[in-house]
Nanobody
Framework: VQLQAFGGGLVQAGGSLRLSCAASGRSLSNYVLGWFRQAPGKEREFVAAILWSGGVQYADSVRGRFTISRDNAKNTVDLQMDSLNPEDTAVYYC?????????????????WGQGTLVTVSS
C-alpha cells in the first residue's frame, strides 16, 4: 500500500487544518488507517485511527479536537484538526495496516506515508 499525505501548513493557535491521505496499490478492505505525528526532539506518537468498519480511537491529547474519517470507496483518510495549539506542531504521518482492530504502536503499521508538516504559531 502506498500512502500520500497532504494538507499541512502554518496556522495560528486556535485555528484549523485538514489533512488528507490517499492510498493506492490495493483494496483497503479490513485495513486500519491512521495518523501518527512526530514533534522535533520527540518520539513518534499515535494520533488517531479508524477501522474499515468505522470504529475510531484517538490519543487523549487530541480527543475532542481532532476528527478522523475515511472514504472506503475512494481509499482516503482525513484528519480534521480544530482548536490547534503549538503543542500540535509536528510532522504528521498517514499509516495503514491490515487488521480489524485499532493498533496504537507505531511498529505495528506496515505502511507509512511521507509525512506532512503542521506548524501552529502562538
Amino acid at each position: 500500500v502506498q500512502l500520500q499525505a497532504f494538507g499541512g501548513g502554518l496556522v495560528q493557535a486556535g485555528g484549523s487544518l485538514r489533512l488528507s491521505c490517499a492510498a493506492s496499490g490495493r483494496s483497503l478492505s479490513n485495513y486500519v488507517l491512521g495518523w501518527f505525528r512526530q514533534a522535533p526532539g520527540k518520539e513518534r506518537e499515535f494520533v488517531a485511527a479508524i477501522l474499515w468498519s468505522g470504529g475510531v480511537q484517538y490519543a487523549d491529547s487530541v480527543r475532542g479536537r481532532f476528527t478522523i474519517s475515511r472514504d472506503n470507496a475512494k481509499n482516503t483518510v482525513d484528519l480534521q484538526m480544530d482548536s490547534l495549539n503549538p503543542e500540535d506542531t509536528a510532522v504528521y504521518y498517514c499509516v495503514a495496516d491490515r487488521t480489524t482492530v485499532v493498533i496504537t504502536a507505531a511498529w505495528s503499521y506496515c505502511c507509512w506515508g511521507q509525512g506532512t508538516l503542521v506548524t501552529v504559531s502562538s
